[in-house]
């Protein structure tokens, strides 16, 4: 096979200059992707219509040279599979209609692959796309993230409404962490063997946990969904990304047994150093406001990211996702300093 520097970085092997993608690469930072935005009823149906997913996939790649596309879809597709409803309202995020206590029952695990068949198809399609040796990143939310937007309905900062849940409600929440470990194991089965690469688990909200709490909310299940995928495509590469761990990021590491770790920005750098194993691959960790600012503070922060992980393998990405407002300008420069120096 093709050699693609970016999986065999996320496999343990340390290259030259560290390969990069970019989270969120696919979106409203880019004219084009709101242009075929504006082709689809909403943004759900952006996910579910392959033609335009595979664009919207594809165009970060012909702008700037990245050395993997990520399957556009999103966290939310799995409530949405499993029967909630959920919409994105312009300026507002997900909304979702919350799940209780008695409603866990009434989800409807069973039909979730089928109703994610066409995301699967535009991975089969992506992988046609691009060139061989750029690597294709598959996804899924993790199911602690994904509940806490299950039940609170919304996005909220610290969470409370799945954290009462689950204490309030234990037997319901373990229900619905199990119907969320099941599908995402099946889902990123379909994906890695629809042609996705590696795959990255995003547990963006990992903080504001207790340690026993992150232990059976975070790390347990994504512990399971490792090794479930494991057990049916062996040695299935696996990127953690565990935003806002800090003091449990080195737990989460070992015990999950994910591949590679990726790092949020308000990680020290010399944290990797300090408290990880020399050989684990780690991704990240530039703050995405630095690379809205531009200018030197950009070029030497990208250097010291570089530097303080050279001994290791590293994917370069920024530490949570590009956000709108980022100059595309900026984007080129970053990635042409982190190629060449
Ligand atoms: O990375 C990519 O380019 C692939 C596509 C992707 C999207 N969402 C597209 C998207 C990926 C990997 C995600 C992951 C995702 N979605 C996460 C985890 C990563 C993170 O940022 O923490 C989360 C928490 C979500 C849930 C979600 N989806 C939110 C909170 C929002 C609204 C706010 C926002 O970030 O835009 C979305 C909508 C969404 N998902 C958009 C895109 C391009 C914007 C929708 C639009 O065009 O209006």
Redesign the pocket.
Do not use: V
């Given at each position: 096979m093709t050699h693609r520097p970016l999986l065999a970085t996320v496999l343990g092997e340390r290259q030259e200059r560290p390969p990069i993608w970019i989270?969120?690469?696919?979106?409203?930072y880019l004219p084009e992707?709101r242009e075929t935005?504006t082709r689809a009823k909403n943004?759900l149906e952006?996910c579910y219509t392959s033609d335009l997913a595979v664009e919207v996939?594809l165009q970060?790649l012909r702008r700037f040279d990245l050395d993997a596309a990520?399957?556009?879809?999103?966290?939310?597709v799995i409530p949405d599979a499993l029967g909630q409803k959920v919409r994105?309202e312009?300026g507002e995020?997900?909304i979702l209609d919350p799940v209780a206590a008695e409603t866990i029952t009434a989800l409807k695990p069973e039909r979730a692959l089928d109703h994610l068949a066409p995301v699967l198809e535009t991975v089969r399609r992506l992988r046609a796309a691009i060139a061989p040796e750029k690597t294709l990143i598959g996804?899924c939310?993790s199911p602690w993230?994904v509940a806490t937007?299950m039940i609170g309905g919304r996005?909220s900062t610290d969470q409370a409404a799945a954290r009462l849940f689950a204490l309030r409600h234990p037997d319901a929440f373990a229900a619905l962490m199990d119907i969320l470990v099941a599908t995402s194991v099946d889902y990123l089965v379909a994906q890695l063997q629809a042609g996705a690469d590696v795959v990255q688990l995003?547990e963006?909200w990992a903080l504001n946990l207790d340690d026993t709490a992150f232990a059976s909310h975070v790390i347990e299940p994504n512990r399971r969904i490792v090794a479930g995928v494991r057990a049916r495509v062996p040695n299935a590469p696996i990127i953690g990304f565990p935003?806002g761990a800090a003091g449990n990021l080195a737990r989460y590491a070992e015990l999950t047994g994910v591949n590679a770790l990726g790092l949020d920005y308000a990680t020290p750098l010399d944290f990797a150093g300090k408290h990880l194993p020399a050989t684990l691959p780690v991704q990240g960790n530039l703050d995405p406001l630095r690379l809205v600012a531009g200018g030197d503070q950009l070029d030497r922060r990208v250097d010291a990211i570089i530097d303080a992980f050279s001994t290791r393998p590293h994917i370069f990405n920024l530490g949570?996702?590009i956000v709108p407002e980022t100059p595309i300008e900026h984007v080129a420069r970053l990635v042409d300093r982190v190629k060449k120096g």
């Open positions: 989270m969120r690469q696919a979106g409203r992707y935005r943004f952006l996939s970060p990520i399957l556009f879809s999103d966290i939310l994105f312009q995020g997900p996804f939310g993230t937007y996005g995003f963006s935003r949570h996702g």
